[in-house]
């Protein structure tokens, strides 16, 4: 059964109840979609096809713009996918988070956590979390896009933000739910060489009891997700893609990933000046298993 999606700033229920039925891991994702101008429907119709190549059980975007385009992303993409979530931010924030999903995976309680955004930077925007189950696998989401640029201003201010995230995390493990998924663009460029930007000090902020790990620092680093040019590839791992270090063992090892331009049906420039200026982050989870907590 389907329930309607709410769009507001209010806790939302939707629950999809269609079973799983012989599927045994799903493929969950994170991409930022280039809405610092609204995105034309050209735009949105590149994007969708992008994602339907993808085929994601569940998809995190982040800088929606207007907060209409996942709505137009789902009619496009057809009856396999439901209602997505997209939660009305302040007045101020013209760049959304939003979560895509399958009919058959149930996602409710949807809420934005508090004291995520910037009060002195109208535009912030508050991660976006719910709880969500797909097949026998069930946790809590939380979708993140934070403060951007290197400078240790902007840093001490993303810092807040993950420490925000942090208590957030730490509440909603202390009940029977273990599992989570922290996912979007984390604009935290994970520790190469002495030449990397620290921005140690965030990934310490955000996990400071190490209860996160941070799977695309595992098999990421390096690699470019954020596109500057195409004529040599250069770019940033801006993104992020963290579970439950101890419990997320539906996590299927080493399966996270930046998908390639060529996966993407794209070259590099086409893909930069019709799509997106960022690359998609995909892991997959086995969900056939026995509920480990």
């Not at 809590?140 to 957030?168: E, M, N, P, T, Y």
């Not at 140690?200 to 009891?209: A, D, G, R, T």
């Amino acid at each position: 059964m389907r329930t309607k999606c709410v769009v507001g700033a209010i806790v939302i229920l939707l629950s999809v109840s269609v079973p799983a039925g012989a599927q045994d891991t799903a493929t969950i994702a994170g991409w930022n979609i280039l809405g610092v101008d609204p995105i034309p429907e050209a735009r949105i119709q590149n994007i969708a096809a992008t994602i339907a190549r993808i085929d994601p059980d569940l998809i995190v975007l982040t800088e929606v713009n207007p907060d209409s385009v996942p709505a137009r992303i789902v009619e496009i993409l057809g009856d396999d996918y439901a209602e997505p979530i997209i939660l009305e931010q302040n007045d101020d924030v013209v760049q959304n988070i939003a979560f895509v999903f399958k009919r058959n995976v149930e996602v409710r309680n949807a809420r934005l956590i508090p004291r995520t955004n910037l009060a002195e930077e109208p535009r912030s925007r508050k991660a976006l979390t719910a709880d969500v189950r797909i097949g026998n696998f069930d946790f809590v989401l939380i979708g993140v896009h934070l403060k951007s640029s290197r400078d240790a201003a902007s840093r001490r201010k993303r810092s807040r933000q993950c420490a925000a995230i942090a208590r957030f995390i730490d509440q909603a493990v202390n009940g029977d739910e273990k599992d989570v998924l922290v996912i979007g663009d984390y604009n935290m460029i994970p520790r190469e060489d002495d030449d990397t930007p620290n921005d140690e000090v965030n990934f310490f902020s955000l996990s400071p009891n190490n209860f996160l790990r941070f799977v695309s620092t595992d098999f990421l680093a390096g690699r470019t997700s954020h596109i500057d040019g195409c004529s040599p590839l250069r770019g940033n791992l801006l993104d992020g893609y963290a579970i439950s270090r101890r419990f997320t063992r539906e996590y299927i090892p080493g399966s996270t990933r930046i998908l390639s331009f060529g996966a993407l049906g794209r070259q590099c420039s086409s893909f930069l000046n019709s799509v997106s200026d960022h690359l998609p982050l995909v892991s997959h989870f086995q969900i056939d298993g026995e509920d480990d907590d």
